[in-house]
Every structure is written in C-alpha cells, then in structure tokens.
C-alpha cells in the first residue's frame, strides 16, 4: 500500500512539474510606443466619427445563414417529423423544445429529404 502511495504522488509531481514547465513564462506588457515628434497622439488613434469604417464590413460574397428553408423530413423519419418541414417544432421535454433536425446530416434512401429526428439540445 505504501509502494502504490508513493508512486501516486510521484506522479503527481511529475504532472505538475510538467504543466509548470509547459506554461509560458509571464512576461512583462511591452512598452506603449513613443509618439513620433512632431505628431499629437489622440485618444481616438485618428479616426474621426465621419469616416466610415469599410475595413470592417463583411465582403457582399458571404452567404446567409439559413435553417435550410423548404427542406423536407423523409419517411424514413421517426413517426413524429414524417413530412414536417425541416426545424418544426414536435416536442417539449424538461423546459425544452425539441426540432425536427437530422443532427448527423442524414438523408433518406432518395438523397432529397432529411432523416429527421425530434432533437433537444445542441447538435453534435
């Protein structure tokens, strides 16, 4: 019992020693720059209210996200979401409403309609 003892908190040392020498070492903040001479440093690093902020806008090409809007569960589904269109709501269990979502992204033999199961909780 003293062998298994000791070998347990040997290799709680070890561990330790490990996450101690995995962890970078705290560094110290760099220093802010120095103002350039001449230049006055403002709080609001040049930027007026008036300009607009175009760097930060998401390109036009970025699609929407979507529940798969029109998609249809199968009849390969479970008895309660046959038919229903996909993310209808058919259950309510613990304070928690459940979907018609095939979770795994299954689909019935044709290909065309989901493999839907009522679903609580996040997907996977």
């Given at each position: 019992m003293k062998i298994r003892l000791g070998l347990l908190l040997t290799s709680i040392l070890l561990v330790a020693a490990t996450a101690a020498a995995a962890s970078p070492a705290?560094?110290?903040p760099p220093a802010p720059p120095a103002?350039?001479?001449g230049g006055a440093v403002t709080p609001d690093?040049?930027?007026?209210?008036?300009a607009p902020l175009t760097?930060?806008?998401?390109?036009?090409?970025?699609?929407?996200?979507?529940f798969l809007s029109g998609a249809t569960c199968g009849?390969?589904?479970t008895s309660i979401c046959k038919g229903?269109?996909?993310?209808?709501?058919?259950?309510y269990q613990n304070g928690q409403y459940g979907y018609c979502l095939s979770?795994?992204?299954?689909?019935?033999?044709?290909?065309?309609?989901f493999d839907c199961q009522c679903w609580y909780g996040p997907l996977p």
């Open positions: 705290a560094a110290s103002p350039e001479a690093c040049g930027l007026s209210p008036a760097s930060l806008t998401l390109p036009s090409s970025t699609p929407a996200p979507t009849s390969c589904s229903v269109t996909y993310h209808q709501v058919c259950g979770p795994l992204g299954n689909n019935c033999a044709g290909g065309i309609t």
